[in-house]
């Protein structure tokens, strides 16, 4: 059964609706896990709240900003300093918290004069810093403070200050998400366009949805700097205030983070149509690909190009060393909402691993689509998980590695299974060429670690027992990662095999008819042509006869012909259909454009990449009049050299066979992704 109800959670059969395993022939219009809903009673969750979700991940990144917390104190701790978001101004983020300090008396009598004087201690204590952000928290809220009243205020006795507020109690969604999209949408209503940037370059780009995890901004922006773009404002990893204010200049959205982030690239769009391209950034092969489209949308693919080969010199040879040892090696991804999607392929790709189980705290069903469509058959999928399923899953998998935070990592650690934190990383960056190379040392380190050969060990007894923990340093572990391997090896060989044979014997089919037709048609006509310009009436009686004698003749071989037609119109319908359905399994693993948020926005994207991508391949003149246009052919460029290079039939095609093809993968898509989609967020009017 897909739907999976784990032992433990027999108490709450409700979980079943949370817990899917992908079998051979599935995809998400069949089964998809419920998320973004309430957690159950009675059921762990490693979520973090409404409030969290806004300060924590978004705006407490900006590296010139007061985040000031008008609530208790407890709130301010729980979300300083809790991740490794650095900048280039002395980490001021990271030093300092603020709040308002909220007592039983102030709950009682209200707090909105006791925020107003920690605002103005604030700004007196910090003098250089003029921005502001000021956020709810659940006590606050509860009693009704009013706080934009308060900020006016503020505001008009100090004159040359700026501040946001961000009414987001922790209560206010069912996990930090809901902050997300507070935060994205008070932002683009309140302060976008209310700030002019200095423009330095004629490539103007916002990267939206990176924090920074321990540099990973500054690896984008290195190879932005090296391309001649001018990033216009990081949301909001080493991210200024004002900077995001004048996110409306930017001529391209790069989304990473689409969860966090992607509700204000896709309001960007629809206001000032501004193109969002969405891009994995972790990967040594998605970020070339993630070069090369932005690359594309500006024509500077030269730049591109010598970005990526000076950092493929640089790192190959090393992440190559690190797959020759990672290789077969089981891996969990017990993350937020994103890692799932953007590490499952990299790992597996880049380095031959396996993505054995995935959680995700807080990720929304469009989430599950993306990860689902990219993962392997038998992979676990959990929302909202808890620590008694991640027992029950290790038990499962028995993994090698697990990626994920160090609340359940110290859970881990305990069952002597090596983790590598995926919210704060170990030692990063792991964004980009450089940062795949750190990841892979991280992992490395971890399967291969000599403490964890050690923890396996029990030295209670006379003799040490065997691993059965699944950590790869055991030999019974070995043996079944060894058979895995080999069973993954085996099945690949067979599907090539019959992938190959239906093309090599359709090809010459589709290309045979028209030669064969043309010689015979061509007498023909000659024939004809006098008789035809003959008068009518001196025609008539001869043609008559004629018609008689020959009819008996042609209705015979009519009725042979008509078969025969019959049969080769439906082998070449079934092979265009065979090849379409290999397209789009291509692009469900690896294409970000499919998926956005909305089903407006996904019909949107198929139908303008795909009919770009048919241009490209044809070799038609694509003409680009809009940045929305652009943003299309940025993404089919790469899409188009990904099939040429993938799909050996698709130079023997005519073009319009590579017409009905992509027109065949139009129809699959938007029928997997919106027509029979069970996400119920697709029609929602707002993001």
């Given at each position: 059964m897909p739907m999976k109800l784990f032992k433990c959670d027999e108490t709450i059969p409700e979980?079943?609706?949370?817990?899917?395993?992908?079998?051979?022939?599935?995809?998400?219009?069949?089964?998809?896990?419920?998320?973004?809903?309430?957690?159950?009673?009675?059921?762990?969750?490693?979520?973090?709240?409404?409030?969290?979700?806004?300060?924590?991940?978004?705006?407490?990144?900006?590296?010139?900003?007061?985040?000031?917390?008008?609530?208790?104190?407890?709130?301010?701790?729980?979300?300083?300093?809790?991740?490794?978001?650095?900048?280039?101004?002395?980490?001021?983020?990271?030093?300092?918290?603020?709040?308002?300090?909220?007592?039983?008396?102030?709950?009682v009598f209200g707090g909105e004069k006791l925020l107003k004087k920690a605002m103005l201690e604030a700004f007196a204590e910090f003098p250089d810093i003029k921005r502001m952000m000021v956020y709810t928290t659940c006590s606050t809220a509860l009693i009704g403070d009013d706080i934009k009243p308060v900020v006016k205020e503020v505001e008009k006795e100090l004159g040359d200050v700026d501040i946001f507020t961000v009414e987001c109690p922790g209560f206010a969604g069912?996990?930090?998400?809901?902050?997300?999209?507070?935060?994205?949408?008070?932002?683009?209503?309140?302060?976008?366009?209310?700030?002019?940037?200095?423009?330095?370059?004629?490539?103007?780009?916002?990267?939206?949805?990176d924090y920074n995890i321990q540099g990973d901004t500054f690896v984008m922006e290195k190879y932005m700097e090296k391309m001649g773009i001018q990033i216009i404002a990081?949301?909001?990893?080493?991210?200024?205030?004002?900077?995001?204010?004048?996110?409306?200049?930017?001529?391209?959205?790069?989304?990473?983070?689409?969860?966090?982030?992607?509700?204000?690239?896709?309001?960007?769009?629809?206001?000032?149509?501004?193109?969002?391209?969405?891009?994995?950034?972790?990967?040594?092969?998605?970020?070339?690909?993630?070069?090369?489209?932005?690359g594309a949308f500006f024509g500077i693919e030269d730049r591109a190009e010598a970005v990526i080969a000076e950092e493929v010199a640089k790192y190959e040879s090393k992440l190559e060393w690190y797959k020759e040892r990672l290789t077969g090696k089981k891996v969990c991804i017990w993350t937020g909402g994103p890692r799932l999607w953007h590490w499952t392929k990299a790992l597996e790709d880049d380095l031959g691993m396996h993505v054995v189980a995935m959680s995700s705290k807080f990720g929304h069903q469009e989430d599950f689509e993306k990860v689902i469509a990219r993962g392997e058959e038998g992979t676990i999928y959990i929302d909202d998980g808890n620590e008694l399923e991640f027992f029950e899953v290790l038990e499962m998998v028995k993994p090698d590695l697990v990626l994920t935070g160090p609340r359940v990592g110290a859970l881990v650690k305990k069952l002597h299974l090596p983790y590598v934190n995926g919210h704060g990383y170990h030692n990063g960056p792991y964004m980009g060429f450089e940062g795949a190379v750190n990841m892979a040392r991280d992992m490395y380190n971890a399967i291969y670690s000599p403490l964890m050969k050690l923890a396996k060990d029990d030295i209670r007894g006379e003799q040490n027992l065997p691993s059965t923990n699944g950590n790869g340093n055991g030999k019974a572990t070995k043996e079944l990662s060894e058979q895995v391997v080999s069973l993954v090896q085996q099945q690949v060989k067979e599907a090539t095999s019959q992938v190959q044979?239906?093309?090599?014997?359709?090809?010459?089919?589709?290309?045979?008819?028209?030669?064969?037709?043309?010689?015979?048609?061509?007498?023909?006509?000659?024939?004809?042509?006098?008789?035809?310009?003959?008068?009518?009436?001196?025609?008539?009686?001869?043609?008559?006869?004629?018609a008689k004698e020959v009819a008996p003749q042609v209705q015979p071989q009519a009725k042979e012909v008509a078969p025969q037609v019959q049969v080769q119109a439906k082998e070449i319908a079934s092979y265009i259909q065979e090849r379409a359905a290999?397209?789009?399994?291509?692009?469900?693993?690896?294409?970000?454009?499919?998926?956005?948020?909305?089903?407006?926005?996904?019909?949107?994207?198929?139908?303008?990449?795909?009919?770009?991508?048919?241009?490209?391949?044809?070799?038609?003149?694509?003409?680009?009049?809009?940045?929305?246009?652009?943003?299309?052919?940025?993404?089919?460029k790469i899409l188009s050299a990904d099939l040429e290079i993938r799909f050996a039939w698709l130079n023997s095609m005519e073009n319009s066979q590579k017409k009905a093809v992509l027109e065949a993968v139009k129809g699959m898509l938007i029928d997997i992704v919106i027509t029979k989609s069970k996400n119920g967020e697709l029609h929602y009017s707002l993001y």
């Open positions: 979980r079943e609706k949370h817990i899917y395993i992908k079998e051979k022939g599935e995809d998400t219009t069949q089964f998809l896990p419920s998320a973004h809903v309430e957690t159950i009673p009675g059921s762990l969750s490693e979520r973090g709240c409404s409030y969290c979700g806004a300060k924590l991940v978004i705006g407490g990144v900006l590296k010139d900003t007061i985040q000031l917390i008008h609530g208790p104190v407890g709130c301010a701790y729980d979300t300083w300093h809790t991740k490794r978001y650095p900048s280039d101004n002395g980490n001021f983020q990271l030093k300092y918290v603020w709040s308002s300090d909220m007592k039983e008396q102030h709950v069912v996990s930090q998400s809901k902050g997300h999209h507070v935060f994205n949408m008070g932002w683009m209503t309140d302060k976008v366009g209310t700030f002019e940037p200095e423009i330095t370059s004629p490539y103007t780009i916002n990267v939206i949805g990081h949301f909001t990893g080493n991210g200024t205030y004002d900077s995001l204010r004048g996110m409306h200049r930017a001529q391209l959205n790069v989304t990473n983070c689409a969860r966090s982030a992607g509700y204000i690239a896709n309001e960007l769009k629809k206001k000032y149509g501004i193109p969002r391209i969405d891009v994995d950034t972790w990967g040594f092969d998605y970020a070339k690909e993630g070069l090369r489209k932005i044979k239906p093309a090599k014997e359709a090809a010459p089919q589709v290309k045979q008819p028209a030669k064969e037709v043309a010689p015979q048609v061509q007498p023909q006509a000659k024939e004809v042509a006098p008789q035809v310009q003959k008068p009518a009436k001196e025609v008539a009686p001869q043609v008559q006869p004629q290999e397209v789009t399994k291509l692009i469900q693993e690896r294409c970000l454009w499919q998926f956005h948020s909305r089903a407006w926005d996904r019909e949107e994207n198929i139908n303008g990449v795909l009919n770009m991508a048919a241009q490209i391949l044809t070799g038609e003149k694509v003409v680009l009049e809009t940045l929305i246009e652009r943003g299309f052919y940025a993404d089919a």
